[in-house]
């Protein structure tokens, strides 16, 4: 389609230089009727192009309006029923698990590890922060051993 506008266009300027180069801007019948029968077929073409993109539109957004409709649907707290209540939050509405309070925290926790210790997570740091933290207390240790001894 673009290929036909573009040699229209060309064309007219075509026919201008030719019509200035014999002498005369006068145009005869012909001529007249073979440029009204090109802008109607130009006319055409573009209105053709119009309805089928239109339509191409109409089609998509009866696409995305289906599949809208399938997403309200199951999202629709009935079409689950009452099985179903962790997907909603429950009768609270909320998503997701509940907070623990500071009290339910603190009974988790192990008094033992109320040092820097139980901040870090379980494995090979949190052993390591045990054993330096000992560390002072054991040289304090053997160094009243030895002053003793003496």
């Known amino acids: 389609m673009a290929s036909f506008i573009a040699k229209q266009l060309v064309g007219k300027q075509m026919e201008s ?16 009727e073979r440029l009204a029968e090109q802008r109607a ?6 209105a053709e192009e119009k309805r089928k993109r239109e339509e191409k539109h109409r089609r998509m957004e009866a696409e995305r309006e ?4 399938g997403i309200r649907e199951k999202a ?15 009768a ?4 997701g698990r509940k ?8 009974a988790e926790r192990d008094p033992a590890e109320d040092n820097l210790a139980s901040f870090l997570p379980e494995g090979v740091v949190r052993d390591t922060v045990r054993s330096v933290a000992g560390v002072p207390q054991r040289v ?6 030895k002053c003793a001894i003496q």
């Open 17 to 32: 230089v030719k019509g200035k180069m014999t002498g005369g801007d006068e145009t005869s019948a012909e001529d007249a």
């Open 92 to 95: 609270a509405g909320r998503l």
């Open 99 to 106: 907070r623990k309070t500071a009290e339910e925290l603190a």
């Open 76 to 90: 629709d707290p009935q079409h689950f029923g009452d099985g179903d209540e962790h997907f909603f939050g429950g």
């Open 66 to 69: 289906e599949m809208r409709q």
């Open 41 to 46: 077929a130009i006319a055409e073409a573009l």
């Open 140 to 145: 304090l240790a053997d160094a009243q051993d």
